[in-house]
């Protein structure tokens, strides 16, 4: 390993990933595993977006792309942004990228130096802490309790800058939590803020529509935080779209500028056909995929009543995104089939083997008491899931 880079060699894997490649070689082996530890939608992307993709095909779109995204589909997610967030951007501010993931690492490239703090409210997104360190900065925790919904407070938030902090992460609805931060929360925040002119931040709102509680709000929609707010959006969950890899951003010129340079160093502009697609999924109404929410609601209702039944598990009630995030560490320090558990990584894995189900262990996240179970999984699968679950616990 000495001949590869310490950058590599310190970067760790994606647990989500990771645990998603180890559940494909048990079924190779001929093993029944379900699923859930990936973040994806189990529903096809609608008819319509497809049928806008088929049509860029038969128009010939098959040249490079702007780097920064076709005008057509920058318009598009500024009609989008003004009707579902209320907020005003213009074609300056906004940058389509390959899926929303690359859209937070254009960010850390071109915001951060050797150094920079970011804190980041913990349970966060598996990819956060590594995205910041391959950039130079220093990731700051800031540890939150199920009994706060797993939401960052306002004294937390005053108690973890310093003099380094550059930036703020955080998503809403969260992944893993589910935790969705409301208008209120939110000012509570934007008013420490104000006290550090200074300091950015990245509002990751991937989740969006996927929300039970009637409402999103966005950092941005604040007058006195739009200038320091980068909004981060895609369409892989709320469309179904993960696999056609477009994310974009809304964020300040200067920000939006350096990310289009980065990124035309990098993989210049995004795929045309899926450009092409997403324009028709930016200029329907979020109505088009409410079915997909109502199912997920269902879902959401189920698995937190079948898990209510588990001994040893603690969940709080998750508000958005499609995972529930319990608290396991009632089984740490047990010995379970002769397998002793110390920590969420160990549990995780004794699921996978005696369960034959696919979790994903808290410490990615930033938490090492909890596992994160995706319900993005069919109702007869959450079911024998949670089933398995709790044979293997008996």
Not at 323 to 343: H, Q, R
């Given at each position: 390993?000495?001949?590869l880079?310490?950058?590599?060699?310190?970067?760790?894997?994606?647990a989500?990933?990771a645990?998603?490649?180890?559940?494909?070689e048990l079924?190779?082996?001929?093993?029944?595993?379900?699923?859930?530890?990936l973040?994806?939608?189990?529903f096809?992307?609608?008819?319509?977006i497809?049928?806008?993709?088929?049509?860029?095909?038969?128009?010939?779109?098959?040249?490079y792309t702007?780097?920064?995204?076709?005008?057509?589909?920058?318009?598009a997610?500024?009609?989008?942004?003004k009707r579902d967030n209320?907020?005003?951007?213009?074609?300056?501010?906004?940058?389509?990228?390959?899926?929303?993931?690359q859209?937070?690492?254009?960010?850390?490239?071109?915001?951060?130096?050797?150094?920079?703090?970011?804190i980041?409210?913990?349970?966060y997104?598996?990819?956060?802490?590594d995205?910041?360190?391959l950039?130079?900065g220093?990731?700051?925790?800031v540890?939150?309790?199920?009994?706060?919904?797993?939401?960052?407070?306002?004294?937390?938030?005053?108690?973890?800058?310093t003099?380094?902090t550059?930036?703020?992460?955080?998503?809403s609805?969260?992944?893993?939590?589910?935790s969705?931060y409301?208008?209120?929360?939110?000012?509570?925040?934007?008013?420490?803020?104000?006290k550090?002119?200074?300091?950015?931040?990245?509002?990751?709102?991937?989740?969006?529509?996927i929300?039970?509680?009637g409402?999103?709000s966005s950092?941005?929609?604040?007058?006195?935080?739009?200038?320091r707010?980068?909004t981060v959006?895609g369409?892989?969950?709320?469309?179904?779209?993960t696999g056609?890899?477009?994310?974009?951003?809304?964020?300040?010129v200067?920000v939006?500028?350096?990310?289009?340079?980065?990124?035309?160093?990098v993989?210049?502009g995004?795929?045309?056909i899926?450009q092409?697609?997403?324009?028709?999924?930016?200029?329907?109404?979020p109505?088009?995929?409410?079915?997909?929410?109502?199912?997920?609601?269902?879902?959401?209702?189920l698995?937190?009543g079948?898990?209510s039944?588990?001994?040893?598990?603690?969940?709080n009630?998750p508000?958005g995104?499609f995972?529930?995030?319990?608290?396991?560490?009632?089984?740490?320090?047990?010995?379970?089939?002769?397998?002793?558990?110390?920590?969420a990584?160990?549990?995780?894995m004794y699921?996978?083997?005696?369960a034959?189900?696919?979790?994903?262990?808290?410490d990615?996240f930033?938490?090492p008491?909890?596992i994160?179970?995706?319900?993005?999984?069919?109702?007869?699968?959450?079911i024998?899931?949670?089933?398995?679950?709790?044979?293997a616990?008996?």
């Open positions: 390993m000495n001949h880079s310490d950058r590599i060699n310190n970067l760790s894997t994606s989500t990933l645990m998603a490649a180890k559940a494909r079924r190779e082996e001929g093993k029944d595993i379900i699923g859930l530890s973040g994806e939608p189990d096809d992307t609608p008819d319509f497809k049928e806008a993709a088929k049509k860029a095909v038969d128009d010939n779109y098959n040249s702007p780097v920064d995204g076709y005008a057509e589909l920058k318009d997610i500024i009609t989008k942004f209320n907020l005003n951007y213009n074609r300056s501010q906004i940058v389509i990228s390959t899926g929303a993931k859209s937070l690492y254009n960010i850390a490239s071109v915001m951060l130096n050797d150094g920079d703090e970011v980041l409210p913990c349970p997104w598996v990819s956060y802490s995205i910041v360190k950039n130079g220093i990731p700051v925790e540890k939150t309790s199920i009994n706060d919904d797993f939401k960052m407070t306002p004294a937390q938030l005053e108690a973890a800058i003099p380094k550059k930036m703020i992460w955080y998503s609805p969260c992944n893993p939590s589910g969705v409301s208008k209120d929360e939110l000012r509570a925040l934007a008013d420490v803020l104000q550090y002119p200074n300091i950015y931040v990245v509002s990751d709102e991937i989740y969006e529509h929300n039970f509680i409402g999103h950092m941005a929609q604040f007058d006195d935080m739009f200038e707010t980068i959006n369409v892989s969950k709320a469309f179904a779209m056609w890899r477009i994310g974009y951003i809304g964020a300040p200067t939006a500028r350096a990310c289009n340079k980065i990124q035309g160093q993989t210049s995004a795929n045309c899926a092409r697609a997403v324009i028709t999924a930016m200029e329907a109404s109505d088009k995929v409410q079915y997909m929410v109502d199912e997920f609601k269902e879902r959401r209702q698995i937190l079948l898990l039944k588990l001994e040893g598990f603690s969940c009630e508000e995104a995972y529930v995030f319990p608290d396991i560490s009632a089984y740490f320090g047990k010995t379970l089939n002769g397998m002793k558990i110390n920590n990584s160990e549990f995780a699921l996978l083997e005696n034959n189900v696919a979790t994903v262990t808290g990615a930033g938490n008491n909890c994160r179970i995706s319900y993005a999984a069919s109702q007869e699968q959450i024998e899931a949670i089933n398995r679950i709790e044979k616990l008996t």
